[in-house]
């Protein structure tokens, strides 16, 4: 299996646009509203699957080293065992089923008229 050098700088493209959207947030008590969940959508629907999900897990692993990409521009191991970590870990799920029924609804047999 080959990986086109397109669909690389892609995931690394959308990897680099969660980060940049995700620092903004409105503060809604301990756990705000962050941009983040609209560069998840996205990068599942312009990606296939596995790349939307790569995307994704480069995102949450540039943040776990320490840049300051999680809400709030935060960062680190702290930010993921935190009270938004759950929601962190979770846009890897989210990528996954976005992913995945994105793949259903465009590869199922079109009805016969």
Same mark, same amino acid.
Do not use: N, Q
């Given at each position: 299996?080959?990986?086109?050098?397109?669909?690389?700088?892609?995931?690394?493209?959308?990897?680099?646009?969660?980060?940049?959207?995700?620092?903004?947030?409105?503060?809604?008590?301990?756990?705000?509203?962050?941009?983040?969940?609209?560069?998840?959508?996205?990068?599942?629907?312009?990606?296939?699957?596995?790349?939307?999900?790569?995307?994704?897990?480069?995102?949450?692993?540039?943040?776990?080293? %320490?840049?300051?990409?999680?809400?709030?521009?935060? %960062?680190?191991?702290?930010?993921?065992?935190?009270?938004?970590?759950?929601?962190?870990? %979770?846009?890897?799920?989210?990528?996954?089923?976005?992913?995945?029924?994105?793949?259903?609804?465009?590869?199922?047999?079109?009805?016969?008229?």
């Amino acid at each position: 299996m080959r990986i086109s050098a397109k669909t690389i700088a892609f995931t690394a493209l959308l990897a680099a646009v969660i980060c940049a959207v995700s620092p903004w947030t409105i503060p809604l008590g301990p756990i705000p509203l962050s941009l983040a969940s609209l560069g998840v959508y996205l990068a599942a629907c312009v990606l296939d699957c596995k790349h939307g999900v790569a995307a994704v897990v480069a995102y949450v692993v540039i943040g776990g080293v %320490g840049l300051p990409v999680f809400s709030g521009a935060r %960062g680190g191991f702290g930010a993921l065992v935190g009270p938004t970590g759950g929601y962190i870990i %979770g846009y890897i799920l989210l990528a996954l089923a976005e992913g995945l029924i994105i793949c259903l609804l465009y590869t199922s047999p079109s009805p016969r008229d």
